[in-house]
């Protein structure tokens, strides 16, 4: 009895474990990148600029490129500027007071 309860312990830790992994796993994606794919690119910005124009897609993921919580011209605006080669900050740090509703 004793070695069926401790093989059930070891198996529920071993699950608690698992879980723990899981839950550490963080997702880091570049500022701009609206459809997750890991490249910042035209498509991004197509996908954003529908996304003003009502048709928001599932594959929009990530519209809000500043992380201000909404998605309007100015997410357009810095992001065209990003693509064409401006130095702009997409957005700043969640520690800054900005937020990213989207995570
Ligand atoms: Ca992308
Ligand atoms: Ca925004």
């Known amino acids: 009895m004793k070695k069926i309860l401790s093989l059930i312990v070891s198996i529920i830790l071993i699950c608690a474990c698992a879980a723990s992994v899981y839950a550490l796993e963080i997702t880091v994606y570049k500022g701009g990148d609206v459809n997750l794919d890991n490249n910042v690119d035209d498509t991004d910005l197509q996908l954003l600029l529908d996304w003003l124009a009502g048709?928001?897609?599932?594959?929009a993921k990530k519209p809000d490129v500043n992380r201000d919580g909404t998605v309007n011209n100015v997410d357009a605006v810095l992001l065209m500027k990003h693509l064409n080669g401006y130095e702009v900050e997409l957005y700043k740090?969640?520690?800054e007071g900005w937020t990213d509703i989207y995570q």
Do not use: G, K, L, R
């Open 55 to 59: 048709n928001q897609s599932a594959e």
């Open 93 to 95: 740090d969640p520690d």
